[in-house]
């Protein structure tokens, strides 16, 4: 009996002696994106690429800007921010929540009046948005709704009031507009054939097959559509500011081309 014990006392000592088998490296964790709906395509996109040639990996919420920054604001963990304008980049900054010296515009897009169907699948023809807007959008509404982002809250849906207003037709549209709570919702109100007409950003109208265009609002009948993007203040994970410098190299301009952004040029280093 007392060699038994002392045969297992001896066999757990050799166990303790023994070193544990190194444990495998914890994975690195996401990084945790907060990005304007309208980039859902590119941005998956340009982050696949990354996550292939890195091995690392974000995670990615879409939503309109507004709806970001305020979770944002109220603690959300986001390590990454891209807004749809300037305005809700501010908004964050002003509360002292973005990385100092992180922010930097990305992308610039442009406005674009849709209609349902494919394109040259209808008879509607490319209209002009001047001189009288005013008369010739009713016309085309045909009493049905207008699609559009959130008017005074989203990055897209202001945009659109502003264009509408500078060329003289909001008053006259103003009772039609159906208000959805991002760009991508007001996409769909139209590819549903729920509404014969949208205003949505270029890109969102490439996304979408089912829709075509019937004209492009004028670059200056609306303050120019850029995407900043900064790193959050409080995020700790070293590979959101790698991410970033990613997002803007030119291996990720085909990404964004693709769905027609046009990317901001890096300011040039010094000599």
Sequence with gaps: MRLSRWILAALALGMLAVPP??????????????????????????????????????????????????????????DLFISADQAWMDYVERAGLLKPGSRVDLLRNALVLIAPGPENAGSDPQIALAPDLGTTLPKLLGGGKLAMATIDAVPAGKYGKAALEKLGAWEAVKGQVAQAENVRAALLLVARGEAPLGIVYATDAAADSSVHVLATFPADSHPPIVYPASVIRDSHNPDAAALLTALRSPAARGAFERQGFTVVEPPKAGP
């Excluded at 945790?32 to 696949?48: G, R």
């Design 21 to 78: 088998a190194s444990r495998p490296a914890r994975a690195a964790e996401p990084v945790v994106v907060f990005a304007a709906a309208s980039l859902k395509n590119a941005l998956d996109d340009a982050a696949a690429a990354w996550t292939k040639e890195s091995g690392k990996t974000a995670r990615i919420s879409y939503a309109g800007s507004n709806a970001l920054a305020k979770q944002i604001e109220a603690g959300a963990p986001a």
